[in-house]
Structure formats: structure tokens, C-alpha cells
């Protein structure tokens, strides 16, 4: 079983569609829990930390379940440039190695 | 600087050269890590360090592959006779240890060919 799981997708949406993905981590001692988005190989960035108390950024929304050891994110009113692969990513502790999901992929499309 | 800075952006060797790329963290960043992403989008996690010291190699191939972060130069990441399976995308990311948990910061990436 991979340490962090993501439905592969892809997940083909219109624009202005709202859209979930959901991951699952197996190490309960996991700390800190990341998406990030990556384009056409180039490099992962960002896209937002995620709280036990869920949290909110524009029209993109993540929640943690520690309990369930669950991770989501909502994208709500999808653009043509979200598309991209959204990377699951879990961190043990400070200084620790990322854990990664294998993404989903996103197409939005006019 | 402001972003972590990786050289070269490509780099073509043939099968038995050696290959050696470099990265230099964002400015004040003690962690220093390095992944590689083959073709299924997999990172896989090679080597961290902090500062100038290991912190977790147990990612490292044993053979061939080797790492150094020296004080006032890149970081850098050097294979030794590439075999075919070495292609792929290197990643290198920092970290700041002001904070407990942080997020990485990742480079543009290495794409390395070996023909």
C-alpha cells in the first residue's frame, strides 16, 4: 500500500464546474499535509497548506480528518488554467522528506 | 535568492558518463532536499540536508549516486556512471527551520537524458 493515495483521474470538468479530490496518508504520526499543483513536469508548487480546521483560499477549499486520515480539496468555479495535477503531499516532521501522492489530473475544458 | 536555483535546466550524457547537477537554496533555508520524478510522475525522495550536514539519505542509491552541500557553494547532486534508468526530472527543495513544519520550495528541475 503506497504511504499516500490519490485517485489517479483524469477528472474532465467545464469550466466553472466544482471539483473534489480526496487523498488518504497511513502514517498517523504524520504532522503537516500540503497540496501542490504541477504543470507539464515543471516544478510543484504550492497551492495551499492544510488545517485540522479546514481552510480557504479563493475558490479553492482543503480540509483534513485526522481521525480518518483523509485529505481533500474542493475547487469550486474551475478556469481553463486550473488544469494541472494536484499532488497530495504529507510531511512527518520539520526537516522530514515530503511524502507524495502520484497526483490527479485535472483538464478543464471551455 | 529569492527561489531556489537549479543548473543545468537540461543535461544529455551518455550511458557510463558522469553527471553532475547543482541547486542553491532560497536564502536562509538550513534544509536542502533532492527528488526524482521519472515518466509515472512518482517523486521519489534521494537525500536532505541540513546545512552542510546529511540529514537523511536514506533515499540514496548506494552505488553511483552521491551529494554534497558545502558552505558558500550549491548544493550539488552527482551520478556516476548514468545508466538508462537515470533519466528523469531532478528536483531540488529548501526549507527554513525557523518554523516548525514548513512547506518545501522547489526548482525549476533538472530534465537528464541519458542516451
Known amino acids: 500500500r503506497k504511504e499516500v493515495e490519490q485517485d489517479p483521474g483524469p477528472f474532465n470538468v467545464p469550466e466553472g464546474a466544482t471539483v473534489a479530490f480526496n487523498c488518504t496518508y497511513s502514517?498517523?504520526?504524520?504532522?503537516?499535509f500540503f497540496w501542490y499543483r504541477q504543470d507539464c513536469r515543471k516544478e510543484p508548487k504550492l497551492l495551499m497548506s492544510v488545517y485540522s480546521s479546514g481552510n480557504e483560499d479563493g475558490r479553492f477549499t482543503a480540509q483534513l480528518n485526522r481521525a480518518s486520515q483523509y485529505i481533500s480539496l474542493l475547487i469550486r468555479d474551475s478556469k481553463l488554467s486550473d488544469s494541472a495535477t494536484y499532488l497530495c503531499v504529507v510531511l512527518a516532521g520539520s526537516g522530514d522528506k515530503l511524502t507524495f501522492g502520484t497526483g490527479t489530473r485535472l483538464a478543464v475544458r471551455p | 535568492g529569492e527561489e531556489v536555483a537549479q543548473t543545468p535546466k537540461h543535461l544529455v550524457r551518455g550511458e557510463g558518463q558522469k553527471a553532475k547537477l547543482y541547486c542553491a537554496p532560497i536564502?536562509?533555508?538550513?534544509?536542502v532536499f533532492w527528488y526524482q520524478q521519472v515518466l509515472k510522475n512518482e517523486f521519489k525522495f534521494l537525500i536532505s540536508f541540513q546545512n552542510e550536514n546529511v540529514f537523511d539519505e536514506t533515499g540514496m542509491p548506494k552505488e553511483r549516486f552521491s551529494a554534497k552541500c558545502l558552505p558558500n557553494s550549491p548544493c550539488s547532486l552527482e551520478i556516476q556512471a548514468t545508466k538508462l534508468e537515470d533519466s528523469a526530472v531532478y528536483f531540488c527543495?529548501?526549507?527554513?527551520?525557523?518554523?516548525?513544519?514548513?512547506?518545501?520550495?522547489f526548482g525549476d528541475g533538472t530534465r537528464l537524458s541519458i542516451l
Open positions: 527543495a529548501s526549507s527554513p527551520t525557523d518554523r516548525l513544519n514548513q512547506p518545501q520550495h
Open positions: 536564502k536562509g533555508h538550513s534544509y
Open positions: 502514517n498517523s504520526a504524520s504532522q503537516s
